[in-house]
C-alpha cells in the first residue's frame, strides 16, 4: 500500500501517526498543499522528477481541498512511483472523496475516555459527549436542534461513534445499548454523507435511542 489516509481530531495523535508511518517505510518526508489547482500542479512538477530512495508526501485536510485540485491529484494518487508514498489527513473520512479514500489504507486515531494524556480539545469533545449521553431524551431532542448544517451533524455523528466504540472496552459496559448506538450512529453517518436533511436524520436518530 503507498496511499494512508489518517482521520482524527488531535493533531497530536495525527502527527504521532505521521512519524510512525514514515519510520516504517524509512523515508524522507516532504510535504505539500493540494487545496488549489495550482498547488496540484506544483505538486505533479515534482512527481515528474525520479524518486530513486523512499520519499512520503504528507498532504495535511485533505478534505479542504476543491473537486477540481483532488480530480488533478486522483492521478498521481493512482500511479505512484515504486518508490513514492503518500500520507494524508483528515478530521473525518466522510468529507474525503469516496475515490480517494478507496484508494487509501485507513489510519484512525480513536477519543479516549480517560482524561490522562488528552488534550484540551480532545478532552473537551469527550466532555460533550458523556454530557449528550447522559441526556433525557427530551435533553437529546433538545441537543440535536441546535446543529445546523451537514459538516456539524457528520462531525456529531462521529464523535459519537468514536466514543461509544471506546466505551466497548470497559469491563462494565452494557455492550446491547452500546451496540445498538453504534449502529444507529453508523446509519445516520451515512444517511448525512448521502445529503440527508440533517434535521429529519439527527431526529430519528434521537428517536430510536436505546432507553
Not at 200 to 205: E, G, H, R, S
Request: positive net charge; charged residues 20%.
Amino acid at each position: 500500500m503507498h496511499s494512508y489516509l489518517i482521520a482524527g481530531y488531535d493533531e497530536e495523535k495525527i502527527q504521532d501517526k505521521i512519524d510512525k508511518l514514515v519510520a516504517k517505510i524509512s523515508g524522507v518526508t516532504h510535504e505539500f498543499k493540494v487545496g488549489k489547482i495550482e498547488e496540484v500542479r506544483n505538486l505533479n512538477s515534482y512527481l515528474k522528477l525520479k524518486v530513486s530512495a523512499p520519499t512520503v508526501i504528507v498532504i495535511r485536510n485533505i478534505e479542504n481541498a476543491t473537486s477540481e485540485a483532488l480530480n488533478a491529484f486522483l492521478k498521481s494518487l493512482e500511479e505512484p512511483q515504486e518508490n513514492l508514498s503518500f500520507i494524508l489527513t483528515t478530521s473525518s473520512t466522510y468529507k474525503v472523496l469516496p475515490t480517494i479514500v478507496s484508494r487509501c489504507q485507513i489510519v484512525r486515531t480513536a477519543i479516549s475516555n480517560l482524561p490522562a494524556g488528552k488534550t484540551g480539545q480532545q478532552l473537551a469533545i469527550s466532555k460533550e459527549v458523556q454530557k449528550f449521553l447522559g441526556m433525557s431524551i427530551a435533553g437529546k431532542l433538545r441537543y440535536v436542534d441546535a446543529i445546523r448544517g451537514k459538516d456539524s451533524a457528520t462531525s456529531f455523528a462521529e464523535q459519537i461513534i468514536l466514543y461509544t466504540h471506546q466505551l466497548l472496552y470497559k469491563k462494565d459496559s452494557n455492550y446491547r445499548v452500546l451496540s445498538t448506538i453504534l449502529r444507529n450512529s453508523h446509519s445516520t453517518l451515512a444517511a448525512l454523507t448521502a445529503n440527508g436533511n440533517v434535521s429529519l436524520q439527527l431526529t430519528n436518530f434521537i428517536v430510536n435511542f436505546p432507553l
